[in-house]
Nanobody, 127 residues
Framework: QVRLVESGGGLVQAGGSLRLSCAAS????????MGWFRQAPGKEREFVAA????????SYADSVKGRFTISRDNADNTGYLQMNTLKPEDTAVYYC????????????????????WGKGTLVTVSS
């Protein structure tokens, strides 16, 4: 089992920044690729970003490319999502997820098939 706990969400004005964290415990964090997904009110959950087990490969949704950066610290069992130039349409509950396959995360439909999920953290961007 891997337990994932997100933190760092909150209320921010458009143009601002937030850094989300995903703290992992249980099995070896470095054995898993990690992804961030989000779900806005009334919408389906969508892929945001993914990072491979060693952190060499990353992938982003077009809507966040150039504004968000995913990273991880395997020594600290923590993943991060740095979000800059936030827009009101970024408002959502953000979830981190883990899977042994980086490709599965990148090509999943809204995160289907993930091995583990956190409970999410709410990000609200005001205009």
């Amino acid at each position: 089992q891997v337990r994932l706990v997100e933190s760092g969400g909150g209320l921010v004005q458009a143009g601002g920044s937030l850094r989300l964290s995903c703290a992992a415990s249980g099995r070896t964090f470095s054995n898993y690729a990690m992804g961030w997904f989000r779900q806005a009110p009334g919408k389906e959950r969508e892929f945001v970003a993914a990072i491979s087990r060693g952190g060499v490969s990353t992938s982003y949704a077009d809507s966040v490319k150039g504004r968000f950066t995913i990273s991880r610290d395997n020594a600290d069992n923590t993943g991060y999502l740095q979000m800059n130039t936030l827009k009101p349409e970024d408002t959502a509950v953000y979830y981190c997820a883990a899977h042994t396959s980086y490709s599965i995360i990148v090509y999943s439909k809204g995160g289907s098939g993930m091995d583990y999920w956190g409970k999410g953290t709410l990000v609200t961007v005001s205009s």
